[in-house]
């Protein structure tokens, strides 16, 4: 499907289907090019005539994040992030941006909510176009980074309600919680690392891309990205902590474990070994005959046993 916002000071605001790169003196255009067949794929290079090898990254799908200038236009890979709340697993769609001295073209495979809003933000308020494509670049560049933070703040949610868990009852549903907490910061981390290279090279861009009013707004869009980074670091390491925290508390249950059972071992040893002596079947034992032999091998064994306790607590041991 393919949707073109067009604006001029004098032709004024207006939406249609028909993508061209002519554009009226004075005017933008913004060409949405969304889930496409192969016919409206051939406008890259028929209509705009963009290079083949950008056509190409356009087709193959999950490049990395990069910005690449052909002269006449810059050619823009990005990402957008999205979440299962359930299971905290990332959804990534790539989108490709062209942007030229007077219009853009963004082409995407799915549908991506924050350029939903986007378009809805403009023909809202089409003024906003009057303030150049490398606005409205920002304005897309800015909603794809923004779409993170929720995702932070789910994260950190989780992060608190298995912390707290965690310090009450260890368990191994913790940890693999845990784990995919740590998978989905490594992978938004992975996904984010170009980002802050390609919005960085987009600042300090001197040719035709950025004027120098609009260059603050992406100035914003990096510190937006940056403090990201300072979130993914931290809850790293801080989830880090915390399984370096619950192995220290299994281990050291373990510990009281094995000590527990080393006491009982203890105790139960020499009463092994009296039954073992009187247990033999030697003719000639002193107390083999004895009346109250029996109570005096049981009292011996329980002697034992509360003595090796009396000595256990004294030293402390349990």
Partial sequence: ?????????????????????????????????????????????????????????????????????????????AHSLDYDRNTIKLTIQELDIFVGHNYIVTFHWEQIGVLTEVKQRIENNPEIMSHGVDYVLYLILDALIDKCFPILDHIDDKFLQVENKLMREPGKADVNELSRLKRT?????????????????????????????????????????????????????????????????????????????????????????????YGMNFRYMPELYWRYGYLWAIGLMLATAFGLIYYFRRKKWF
Wanted: charged share 25%.
């Fill in 185 to 277: 910061l490594v992978e938004m981390r992975k996904i984010l690392s170009p980002h802050r290279d390609m919005i960085n090279a987009l600042i300090r861009y001197e040719g035709f891309l950025i004027t120098d009013q609009n260059r603050l707004f992406y100035l914003d869009v990096y510190d937006h990205v940056m403090r990201i980074f300072d979130f993914l670091d931290t809850y790293r390491e801080l989830i880090s902590g915390s399984l370096d925290i619950y192995l220290t508390v299994v281990s050291n249950r373990m510990n009281e474990i094995m000590k527990t059972l080393t006491v009982i071992a203890t105790i139960v040893l020499p009463l092994t070994l009296i039954s073992s002596i």
């Fill in 1 to 77: 499907m393919i949707k073109v916002y067009r604006y001029g000071n004098d032709t004024g605001f207006a939406v249609s289907q028909a993508p061209s790169r002519e554009i009226n003196p004075g005017g933008i255009a913004w060409t949405d090019i969304e889930k496409p067949v192969d016919q409206e794929v051939g406008v890259l290079g028929e209509v705009f005539g963009f290079h083949p090898l950008a056509i190409e990254d356009c087709v193959s799908k999950m490049q990395r994040s990069k910005v690449d200038d052909y002269k006449d236009y810059c050619f823009i890979v």
